[in-house]
């Protein structure tokens, strides 16, 4: 019962169920999914950790940057069913959709994060 409630606390925020669709897309640095949101670098660290938690999302250090992605296999049971359920909803929320207009495209390779040169909000 524990595993199911820390996932539908984790998917109870907005801006976390904005960060794991921004995910569907491949793996994402923490600096593109805080250009998405929108959010200060602390909040989305704090919204990834709870994901995390979850085992919603996992991260993986790359140089100065930790890159997310969606757990898949590696998540809970309860992670799963909603990661997959997540996919076919919210596709069409105007919020969501901000949130992925907004974030940079994923990069296949390279040291440096993509968003890096983006104008950060409150800097």
């Not at 929108?38 to 085992?55: F, M, N, R, Y």
């Not at 999302?57 to 890159?67: F, M, T, Y």
């Not at 596709?91 to 907004?102: C, E, I, P, T, Y």
Request: glycine share 12%; charged share 25%.
């Amino acid at each position: 019962m524990k595993k199911f409630i820390r996932v539908m606390k984790a998917l109870s925020d907005p801006g976390r169920v904005k960060a794991v669709k921004m995910l569907e897309a491949g793996e994402l640095c923490v600096c593109q999914i805080r250009a998405g949101l929108g959010l200060a670098q602390p909040t989305v660290s704090k919204h990834l950790k709870i994901l995390e938690d979850a085992g919603l999302i996992q991260g993986r250090k790359v140089g100065r940057w930790v890159h997310y992605r969606l757990a898949g296999d590696q998540g809970s049971e309860y992670g799963r069913a909603m990661l997959e359920a997540l996919k076919a909803w919210l596709n069409a929320d105007k919020d969501v959709r901000r949130a992925l207009a907004g974030t940079p495209a994923p990069r296949a390779s390279g040291r440096s994060c993509p968003a890096q040169g983006l104008k950060m909000q409150g800097r």
